[in-house]
């Protein structure tokens, strides 16, 4: 089971902190993959960037400059940053995790705005 959690409203240009906390399951499995997607109305379903169980990352380009993925294995957790947000980066955010994206979070709405 995967949970989402983070602020549910940020401002512009600040940075979107959200932590995906993993239940039934470790995140150092062998040969998952961890990963944070996003949907908007806009963009559709948006892959962001991802974490391996040996903690390799994995970025979308477009999204490269801004996002930092990272876990902590201490607590179970991978975590995404993203930095300079606009309110084009309103959205759900998924947490992903699996071989094959084969869980997922419920989502948690991020909006941004003043």
């Known amino acids: 089971q995967l949970q989402e959690s983070g602020p549910g409203l940020v401002k512009p240009s600040q940075t979107l902190s959200l932590t995906c906390t993993v239940s039934?399951?470790?995140?150092?499995?062998?040969?998952?993959?961890w990963d944070w997607i996003r949907q908007s109305p806009e963009k559709g379903l948006e892959w962001m960037g991802a974490?391996?169980?040996?903690?390799?990352?994995y970025y979308s380009p477009s999204l490269k400059s801004r996002s930092t993925i990272a876990r902590d294995t201490s607590k179970n957790q991978f975590l995404l940053q993203l930095s300079n947000v606009t309110p084009e980066d309103t959205a759900i955010y998924y947490c992903?995790?699996?071989?094959?994206?084969?869980?997922w979070g419920q989502g948690t709405q991020v909006t941004v705005s003043s």
């Open positions: 992903v995790g699996g071989a094959a994206y084969d869980y």
């Open positions: 039934g399951g470790s995140v150092t499995t062998i040969d998952y993959a």
């Open positions: 974490i391996s169980t040996r903690g390799v990352t």
